[in-house]
């Protein structure tokens, strides 16, 4: 785990983690609640692309009180906009192997200067070591 989180230091959280938080995923938000309240100091960052992954499933399925609790949620944090200079960055995550989502993610937190990105994709969190982490690896598969 890294070291102290300041209040200068900005987190930006991947997809999945506002999924497991937002809907209480019965593994994951117990453990992932205790590492936002450890840096409770920390900003929080999502982007527009995390939006549009994490309201998908609760538009299609019509369930308002999801999207209702997701946009509540989302409210909150500093949201992250993107343009050409992040999808140019995106493009060197993007040939180094990385998915088009995680591509744009990664480049966002840089290009915003992140200081640590979460995510719960061993995979992703290999992309920028000393940087990204798995930030449930102590909870096991």
């Given at each position: 785990?890294?070291g102290a989180?300041?209040r200068?230091?900005?987190?930006?959280?991947d997809?999945?983690?506002?999924?497991y938080?937002?809907?209480?995923h019965?593994?994951?938000?117990?453990?992932?609640?205790a590492?936002l309240?450890?840096t409770?100091d920390a900003?929080?960052?999502?982007?527009?692309?995390?939006?549009?992954?994490?309201?998908?499933r609760p538009?299609?399925?019509?369930?308002?009180p999801?999207?209702?609790?997701?946009?509540?949620f989302?409210?909150?944090?500093e949201r992250l906009?993107?343009?050409d200079?992040?999808?140019?960055?995106a493009?060197?995550w993007?040939?180094?192997?990385l998915?088009?989502p995680d591509a744009?993610?990664?480049?966002?937190?840089?290009?915003?200067a992140c200081?640590a990105?979460?995510t719960?994709?061993?995979?992703?969190a290999k992309?920028?070591?000393?940087?990204?982490?798995n930030?449930?690896k102590?909870?096991?598969?």
């Amino acid at each position: 785990m890294p070291g102290a989180i300041s209040r200068m230091d900005k987190i930006y959280l991947d997809s999945c983690l506002v999924i497991y938080l937002v809907e209480r995923h019965p593994r994951f938000h117990g453990p992932l609640r205790a590492r936002l309240a450890e840096t409770a100091d920390a900003t929080f960052c999502v982007s527009v692309l995390t939006r549009l992954e994490v309201l998908t499933r609760p538009l299609r399925e019509h369930d308002d009180p999801l999207v209702r609790r997701y946009e509540s949620f989302l409210g909150v944090q500093e949201r992250l906009a993107l343009d050409d200079d992040i999808v140019n960055a995106a493009l060197n995550w993007r040939v180094s192997g990385l998915k088009t989502p995680d591509a744009l993610h990664v480049a966002l937190a840089k290009r915003y200067a992140c200081t640590a990105f979460w995510t719960n994709d061993d995979r992703l969190a290999k992309a920028a070591p000393g940087w990204s982490e798995n930030a449930l690896k102590d909870v096991g598969p």
